[in-house]
T-cell receptor, first 112, second 111 residues
Framework: DAGVTQSPTHLIKTRGQQVTLRCSPI?????VSWYQQVLGQGPQFIFQ???????GRGNFPDRFSARQFPNYSSELNVNALLLGDSALYLC???????????FGAGSRLTVL | DAKTTQPTSMDCAEGRAANLPCNHS???????VYWYRQIHSQGPQYIIH???NNETNEMASLIITEDRKSSTLILPHATLRDTAVYYC????????????FGTGTLLAVQP
């Protein structure tokens, strides 16, 4: 079975630009979460979606937004990029009723 | 803020057991203890979780103290591939609860 897939794996943007990151969960998983991991720190929770509804949001500015599609895939959008947005963005999925997350390999964003 | 305290780093000899401690003195009755690890440049990987009983799976064992204020993750025969950052997390169960990661313990398995 395919795991959680994320795209793109690496990307470089400049300050002020916008970025969209994509995530496909494991088949049958209805919950998708997004995390940001800055170098040297643990992952920080950004969003959680369950059955296409936002169920949780971390302490991130409104420049960060996300959505979940009918097939349970998800997109994370970040507008007006700042240098501090440079990080590994991780997507994770889980089955209904479980809190065991399966993470993807992440999308590494560099903002210049 | 993370609800757990872990040592910053630990060393272990290859083939020996690795015992990773975690303090979670403010854990509430309906919170589980989860362990994940992150090998360099990869996403975190689930290892094991438990509520109050000791748990064992093919990867590791989890020992939770009777008062639930601390726990130990045991890798019975560490290999070089077990070198990673190990995160201890307390969280309620269910698919809609977020995980709060701390900085974890960097376990270095030495040949």
């Amino acid at each position: 079975d395919a795991g959680v897939t994320q795209s793109p794996t690496h990307l470089i943007k400049t300050r002020g630009q916008q970025v969209t990151l994509r995530c496909s969960p494991i088949s049958g998983h209805k919950s998708v979460s997004w995390y940001q991991q800055v170098l040297g720190q643990g992952p920080q929770f950004i969003f959680q979606y369950y059955e296409k509804e936002e169920r949780g949001r971390g302490n991130f500015p409104d420049r960060f937004s996300a959505r979940q599609f009918p097939n349970y895939s998800s997109e994370l959008n970040v507008n007006a990029l700042l240098l501090g947005d440079s990080a590994l963005y991780l997507c994770a999925s889980t089955r209904s009723g479980a809190n065991v997350l399966t993470f993807g390999a992440g999308s590494r964003l560099t903002v210049l | 803020d993370a609800k757990t305290t872990q040592p910053t780093s630990m060393d272990c000899a290859e083939g020996r057991a690795a015992n990773l401690p975690c303090n979670h003195s403010t854990i509430s009755g309906n919170e589980y203890v989860y362990w994940y690890r992150q090998i360099h440049s990869q996403g975190p990987q689930y290892i094991i979780h438990g509520l109050k009983n000791n748990e064992t799976n093919e990867m590791a064992s989890l020992i939770i103290t009777e008062d639930r204020k601390s726990s130990t993750l045991i890798l019975p025969h560490a290999t070089l591939r077990d070198t990673a950052v190990y995160y201890c997390i307390v969280s309620k169960g269910g698919a809609t609860n977020k995980l709060i990661f701390g900085t974890g313990t960097l376990l270095a398995v030495q040949p």
